[in-house]
Antibody, heavy 122, light 106 residues
Framework: QLQLQESGPGLVKPSETLSLTCTVS??????????WGWVRQPPGKGLECVGH???????YYNPSLESRVTISMDTPKNEFSLRLISLTAADTAIYYC??????????????WGKGTTVTVSS | SYELTQPPSVSVSPGQTASITCSGE??????VAWYQKKPGQSPVVIIY???KRPSGVPERFSGSNSGNAATLTISVAQPMDESEYFC?????????FGGGTKVTVL
């Protein structure tokens, strides 16, 4: 069964850059027709899609974060990464790496990582 | 950007039926998924493509979608169904989520 595991710092200072990596096991980021991405949940709030990367390398970002976010894929390492710059307290959240399955213009998230808590504080 | 709206909370008695709505402009033209999220756990998909249940999801969970609203129905609610539920649609190659609905079974 495909598994996703997030890794990265739990505490980041305001204005700095967050870098998270998602390691894929029991499957390949280059197999099938999937989107690989990140979803976050701030404390006491709902889920928010950060963005996705397709196996072709095409990326799609939440418009509200687009100016600050980059998602990339490392196929040989079988992992993908999130980079979010200019952090503020509003970026404090649990960050989940996810796989989305579907067809055409419809996808849903069928695999979630366990999530990693990121706190932005000095 | 596309928006989905859910009621913040729903209460249901054990054994009764709970319905959670998810509203969005012409939502019926899109496919909707529903996720169950319990505290400290990752979300789990319980309905996808409006009505389909992944293997292992109890039959008491069902979904529908038409017009401007999708509905998740929990029939014969169980105490274990107490959770937060999120709807999700796909818009411009990104996932859009509703704000979530906390279901209380009491």
């Amino acid at each position: 069964q495909l598994q996703l595991q997030e890794s990265g710092p739990g505490l980041v200072k305001p204005s700095e850059t967050l870098s998270l990596t998602c390691t894929v096991s029991n499957g390949s980021v280059s197999a099938g027709i999937f989107f690989w991405g990140w979803v976050r949940q701030p404390p006491g709030k709902g889920l928010e899609c950060v963005g996705h990367i397709y196996q072709s390398g095409s990326t799609y970002y939440n418009p509200s974060l687009e100016s600050r976010v980059t998602i990339s894929m490392d196929t040989p390492k079988n992992e993908f990464s999130l980079r979010l710059i200019s952090l503020t307290a509003a970026d404090t959240a649990i960050y989940y790496c996810v796989r989305s399955s579907g067809v055409s213009d419809y996808y849903y998230i069928d695999v979630w990582g366990k999530g990693t808590t990121v706190t932005v504080s000095s | 950007s596309y928006e989905l709206t859910q009621p913040p909370s729903v209460s249901v008695s054990p054994g009764q039926t709970a319905s959670i709505t998810c509203s969005g402009e012409k939502l019926g033209d899109k496919y909707v998924a529903w996720y169950q999220k319990k505290p400290g756990q990752s979300p789990v998909v319980i309905i996808y493509q409006d009505t389909k249940r992944p293997s292992g999801v109890p039959e008491r969970f069902s979904g529908s979608n038409s017009g401007n609203a999708a509905t998740l129905t929990i029939s014969v609610a169980q105490p274990m169904d107490e959770s937060e539920y999120f709807c999700q649609a796909w818009d411009r190659s990104t996932a859009v989520f509703g704000g979530g609905t906390k279901v209380t079974v009491l």
